[in-house]
């Protein structure tokens, strides 16, 4: 089973700044079978990225992923108000398909 | 559109059985695989179960496996979420989600969320 460890656990930034989360796996994901979900208080999440790099529908091209491996890179380029928010990863290479804790984008 | 409408949610006591509902529309339910994934008041995602288009397939998490069943009635496009013996550590709102299709190359990231349904247990 992957353990999936978020950091930091909490970010405060002020919009325009870049943003640079990250995803560290307990044993290496195959295929780079990870997503990224960005969850806003009292909705659902909502899917940004998945196979590590591939942007969902809709989303705008200042949310990027990278890596590979055990580690993962979730990189917001130019934070705007609408982006702070809760950010999850997933692996879902096999089951479990665990998610990591969190880490909460907050203005500064 | 894609839907997907929880149902079933309520109080109940420890020991207590809820099945909750899950209620799909616009897409071709019996081709994709489902899941649900809960959230406990103030604290992240944790995934419970999911099951494969065809209800062939089930998978479950340790902390729920032997109490919650997962299945799904393709011929009214609902999912559903039997939960038994229900211990206050359930206590979370749960999502009914859908998967991307099979042949995507990444079948079980969810693209689409229900709203939730909350479940509380408490004597």
């Known amino acids: 089973e992957v353990v999936l460890t978020q950091s930091p656990g909490t970010l405060s930034l002020s919009p325009g700044e870049r943003a640079t989360l990250s995803c560290r796996a307990s044993q290496s994901v195959n295929s780079g079978q990870l997503a990224w979900y960005q969850q806003k208080p009292g909705q659902p999440p909502r899917l940004l990225i998945y196979?590590?790099?591939t942007r969902a529908a809709g989303v705008p091209d200042r949310f990027s992923g990278s890596g590979s491996g055990t580690d993962f890179t979730l990189s917001i380029s130019r934070l705007e108000p609408e982006d702070f928010a809760v950010y999850y990863c997933q692996d879902y290479d096999d089951s479990p398909y665990n998610f990591g804790q969190g880490t909460k984008l907050e203005i500064k | 559109e894609v839907r997907l409408l929880e149902s079933g949610g309520g109080l109940v006591q420890p020991g207590g059985s809820l099945r909750l509902s899950c209620a799909a529309s616009?897409?071709?339910?019996?081709?994709?695989?489902m899941t649900w994934v809960r959230q406990a008041p103030g604290k992240g995602l944790e995934w419970v179960s999911a099951i494969s288009g065809s209800g062939g397939s089930t998978f479950y998490a340790d902390s729920v496996k032997g109490r919650f069943t997962v299945s799904r009635d393709n011929s009214k496009n609902i999912l559903y979420l039997q939960m038994n013996s229900l211990r206050a550590e359930d206590t979370a709102v749960f999502y009914c989600?859908?998967?991307?299709?099979?042949?995507?190359?990444?079948?079980?990231?969810?693209?689409?969320w229900g709203q939730g349904t909350l479940v509380t247990v408490s004597s």
């Open positions: 616009g897409f071709a339910f019996s081709r994709y695989a």
């Open positions: 196979a590590a790099s």
């Open positions: 989600a859908k998967y991307l299709p099979e042949d995507s190359g990444s079948p079980r990231v969810v693209d689409y």
